[in-house]
């Protein structure tokens, strides 16, 4: 009898000669990027330094390609997009000590949005790990450690042998839902040492799905079928698991009101009669959700942003389905499904039935009326008309990038992203800097569209050394940049706490001027000239900055009446 784990593939004998005879002058950089290819991989992302040499050397042996920026934390930025645009696993190579903990910031805003990063490290030499102080350049006591709390998974390798499956193993955590960024490190000594091993032309690494209880589907669907009120919130669960065909579906065989969270923008049409958009700051909003007696929650832990800074209150049964299991039930008692939101959608439209409300378009509707009533009071025309001049000048299907700052602040809220995984932003971790790198990772991913990053001024200078990578690679990015001469939510949020703000001014420079520098077309725009202004910067290919000069307001929030 033979079983199936008695089954080995035998080489051919080509396949024995080649793995005998492996070509010469390769180290152990080449094992990682032969393993890199052999997943599938086509682009890395990264910046070298003095201990990742060798594997910055085996790229040029190597059909990757390789897109280096000037700060190792834009290095993530790229790569968390690259891998949001495409559901891959990005590749990032860093060196070791300043180079890696630099990336820090960009790895737990992955983290936080659930993007496939690999992030591959160089170590000091062998001698020094374990804590010993042998006085290495770049020496941590413990480098791993500075990542264990961000990363999903470690990955320390210490010989040549190790280097293939510590990789595959970390691309399959980094790939098993919720996706998420892993950590790999490798010693300087075994990256640069010469290698005999053959040359790595196959790995398999597939993550598991995470598969939903059937009993638990049953008494979902038993449930939303009989709701008197069904509402859905949509996170980003249901764009990364690309299920907004089959919550639309869903949601329209239930007639049940549906609004997405900002990291779930474009889970569900904009316009469709049964989408309250994404107004989660609203109380109006807040007050409709609190309102169903059966709420379904899908991909999304409902967290502070998601949940109105934690002032909703649901009064009705609630059902969450979400592939992170410490979300599952984190805020909100609930019927918990642990899922996959594609796989569990798929469960619940199989068994679900249709449920009939000549209502429900009507009480959207109502809604949001109301929220614009409440906006409409506060006599924000000027950031009204600054957004939709963006959206008409974007063409639809083109992703978006957005920093942290007041703009980004409205579009969560007021933008349609004309489509699944078309808007982007820093919102799960909420750093600075990540709107123009992010960007340049989403052209990498896709050249034949115009992308676009929006930035205020303060976070447009974390990233500026990036226009010089922009020009290098020739990518289609357009920046629009609002310069109100600081860090203008932080200068709202003091004056409304202190009634003065302290350190939020900055001096500014030139910016059209300094992206001229970098060999970077840049115009500076009114709010009346920027439809026109942006829509031509689109079009046209290579980088360019779009300067708009603007002090911008955020609506009032709800939150705290």
């Known amino acids: 009898m033979t079983h199936d784990h008695d089954l080995v593939l035998r080489p051919t004998a080509a396949q024995t000669s080649a793995a005998l005879n492996p070509p010469a002058g390769r180290n152990g950089g080449d094992l990682v990027v032969e393993t890199l290819t052999g997943l599938g991989a086509t682009t890395v992302f990264g910046l070298p330094g003095q201990h990742a040499l060798g594997m910055f050397d085996a790229l040029r042996r190597s059909s990757l390609q390789y897109v280096g920026l000037r700060v190792e934390n834009n290095a993530g930025f790229a790569a968390d997009a690259y891998g949001r645009i495409t559901g891959e696993a990005a590749p990032l190579l860093l060196s070791t000590g300043p180079g890696a903990l630099t ?11 659930s993007s496939p990063v690999l992030a591959i490290s160089s170590q000091v030499p062998t001698a020094g790990l374990g804590g010993g102080r042998h006085g290495y350049l770049h020496e941590l006591p413990d480098q791993q450690a500075s990542f264990r709390g961000v990363v999903k998974s470690v990955h320390t390798v210490r010989s040549q042998s190790q280097i293939p499956s510590a990789i595959a193993a970390a691309w399959e955590s980094a790939l098993t839902v919720p996706h998420g960024p892993v950590w790999v490190e490798i010693p300087q000594d075994v990256l640069l040492a010469e290698t005999a091993l053959p040359v790595v032309t196959a790995m398999d690494a597939t993550p598991e799905d995470v598969v939903p209880r059937p009993e638990l589907t049953a008494v979902a669907a038993h449930l939303l079928s009989h709701a008197a009120r069904p509402a859905i919130i949509a996170g980003g669960g249901v764009v990364r698991a690309d299920a907004s065909g089959k919550l639309r579906r869903l949601a ?9 969270t900002f990291g779930g923008k474009g889970a569900f049409p904009w316009e469709h009669p049964l989408s309250l958009q994404s107004w989660l700051e609203d109380r109006h909003t807040t007050d409709f959700l609190e309102d169903a007696d059966v709420l379904l929650v899908v991909g999304s832990g409902l967290g502070e942003l998601s949940s109105n800074y934690h002032t909703f ?28 939101a594609r796989l569990a959608l798929s469960a619940l439209l199989e068994t679900v039935s249709d449920r009939a409300d000549d209502t429900a378009a009507e009480r959207v509707r109502t809604v949001l009326a109301r929220v614009g009533e409440r906006i409409a009071a506060q006599e924000l025309t000027l950031e009204q008309d600054v957004l ?22 409205w579009a969560w809220s007021a933008f349609d992203p004309r489509g699944a995984n078309a808007m ?77 703000s302290t ?20 115009v500076r725009t009114t709010p009346e000239t920027l439809e026109t202004d942006l829509a031509k910067a689109l079009a046209a290919p290579g980088p360019s900055v779009v300067l708009l000069p603007a002090v911008l307001r955020m609506f009032a929030p709800t939150h705290l009446d």
């Open 424 to 500: 982007h932003s820093a919102q799960g971790a909420g750093g600075l800097g990540y709107g123009f790198p992010a960007a340049l990772g989403a052209a990498t991913a896709d050249p034949t569209r115009p992308v676009l990053a929006v930035s205020g001024d303060g976070g447009a200078l974390y990233s500026i050394a990036e226009l010089a990578t922009a020009r290098q690679y020739d990518l289609n990015v357009t920046w629009l940049i609002v310069d109100d001469g600081g860090y203008g939510i932080l200068r709202e949020y003091m004056t409304d706490a202190f009634g003065r």
């Open 103 to 113: 990336s820090l910031a960009a790895l737990q805003e992955a983290a936080a949005a």
């Open 503 to 522: 350190a939020t001014e900055l001096t500014r420079p030139d910016y059209v001027a300094l992206a001229e520098s970098f060999g970077v077309p840049g």
């Open 313 to 340: 209150k649901p009064r009705g049964r609630v059902i969450q389905i979400e592939a992170d299991l410490g979300k599952l039930e984190s805020n909100h008692p609930a019927l918990g499904i642990h899922a996959d």
């Open 252 to 260: 329209e065989r239930l007639n049940a009101p549906v609004v997405t």
């Open 388 to 409: 939709a001049a963006v959206r008409r000048a974007l063409p639809a299907g083109s992703p978006s990038f957005w920093d942290m700052t007041i703009l980004a602040y």
